[in-house]
């Protein structure tokens, strides 16, 4: 199995500061065929199913605010939040699609500082 | 608008089967352009895929190792559903359970849309 590994688990960041949730896969997660990572971002607040942001790394899903940004490629991957608000109060985690089973990484708690 | 509305008991004996449905509406569970996941949660083992149904000409499923002896998924085209059956489940089966679309287009895409959620525990 693909494992996948976030840091930090939690982190605090104070209102429009950026945060920055890091993702390595156990091995690479990009399709050569295509240059796409089967790589995805979701954002889980309390009492709710996780909902995507990202996916092929780094492509926004419609309606995500632009300050959620992916980047990476192959194992190492980035999810920013630019400006941090109070709604982006949530559990993150990473999620590869490249093999089954699919995986995700252990989730990062953003809070504010 | 894409929405799934899973149902099914939220207690469960142990060594008795875990049922769940998820009804699709918006979508059709016979579009060779998804494929239908059931994806659980609980605090011991994070989010855990357990496996899909996808049709591409003929139906496909694909199941995780660590249930693949327990578990079937089956899609019901009549009523645009699928389900989910796990059999001789102990309390580690304990978890939220999620029904969950992920797209395809030439490629795969994530996991766009999730249902509510059904909150199974197994106890006796």
Known sequence: ?113 | QVQLQQSGPGLVKPSQTLSLTCAISGDSVSSNSVAWNWIRQSPSRGLEWLGRTYYRSERYNDYAVSVESRISINADTSKNQFSLQLNSVTPEDTAVYYCVRQRYSSSWYGMDVWGQGTTVTVSS
């Open chain 1, 1 to 113: 199995d693909i494992v996948m590994t976030q840091s930090p688990d939690s982190l605090a960041v104070s209102l429009g500061e950026r945060a920055t949730i890091n993702c390595k896969s156990s091995q690479s997660v990009l399709y050569s065929s295509n240059n796409k990572n089967y790589l995805a971002w979701y954002q889980q607040k309390s009492g709710q199913p996780p909902k995507l942001i990202i996916y092929w790394a780094s492509t926004r899903e419609s309606g995500v605010p632009d300050r959620f940004s992916g980047s990476g490629s192959g194992t190492d991957f980035t999810l920013t939040i630019s400006s941090l608000q109070a709604e982006d109060v949530a559990v993150y985690y990473c999620h590869q699609y490249y093999r089954t089973p699919q995986t995700f990484g252990q989730g990062t708690k953003v809070e504010i500082k």
